[in-house]
């Protein structure tokens, strides 16, 4: 079983839509957990992150984090063309120190 | 101010070859972190450094891989002799410490014939 699970997709979503990304993880040691957006042939660029339980709102961009059922989300709101690209969760046991990817979500925003 | 840089931005070698990938992570930052994915699979932590020393190299796949980090600058990871499975995309990441935000680099793209 791996450790975090993504459903790789593809997504297609219209402009404005909201979009629901989310990541289940099997590894109750998780404390921090990032959400990472890489765009074709570039490396992952940090979106949010959280730590422990919660949500956490960064303009369009809402995370969540439910320990209990070990299941992470990332809520885009009035999705643009420029958000198309893969997003990866990528929770961790020790912050930034060591990544344990998910598989990523594709995503495309068509106009 | 200069991003994490990594060199070549794609490698092409026969099975059995030598390659060598360079990262240059951002000035000052003490931790560097390698990464790779290989096809259809999720990116995989491979090893950590913090200044010239290996913190973690729990992610290393084989002996037939080898890091290093010259004075704490930047760093190496030769594969020899390469196999087909280790084609992929190797990311190098860096970062302050190891609670700061760590940077990725675009990645080198390994494909072995």
């Known amino acids: 079983q791996k450790e975090v699970e993504q459903d790789p997709g593809p997504l297609s979503v219209p402009e404005g839509a909201i979009v629901s990304l989310n990541c289940t993880y099997s590894?109750?040691?998780?404390?921090?957990f990032m959400w990472y957006r890489q765009y074709s042939r570039k490396g992952p660029e940090l979106l949010m992150y959280?730590?422990?339980?919660g949500n956490k709102e960064d303009g369009r961009f809402t995370a969540q984090v439910d320990k209990s059922s070990k299941y992470i989300s990332l809520f885009i709101r009035d999705s643009q063309p420029s958000d198309s690209a893969t997003y990866l969760c990528?929770?961790?046991?020790?912050?930034?120190?060591?990544?344990?990817f998910g598989q990523g979500t594709i995503l495309t925003v068509h106009p | 101010e200069a991003g994490v840089t990594q060199f070549p931005s794609h490698s092409v070698i026969e099975k059995g070859q030598t390659v060598t990938l360079r990262c240059d992570p951002i000035?000052?930052?003490?931790?560097l972190y390698w990464y790779r994915r290989v096809m259809g699979k999720e990116i995989k932590f491979l090893l950590h450094?913090?200044?010239?020393?290996?913190?973690?190299e729990s992610g290393m796949p084989n002996n037939r891989f080898l890091a290093e980090r010259t004075g704490g600058t930047y760093s190496t990871l030769k594969v020899q002799p390469a196999e087909l499975e280790d084609s992929g995309v190797y990311f190098c990441?860096?970062?302050?410490?190891?609670?700061?935000?760590?940077?990725f680099g675009q990645g080198t793209r390994l494909t072995v014939v």
């Open positions: 959280t730590y422990s339980s």
């Open positions: 990441a860096s970062s302050p410490g190891v609670y700061t935000e760590a940077f």
């Open positions: 590894n109750s040691a998780f404390q921090y």
């Open positions: 450094f913090v200044k010239e020393s290996k913190q973690d």
């Open positions: 000035s000052g930052h003490d931790n």
């Open positions: 990528a929770p961790s046991l020790t912050s930034y120190g060591k990544l344990t």
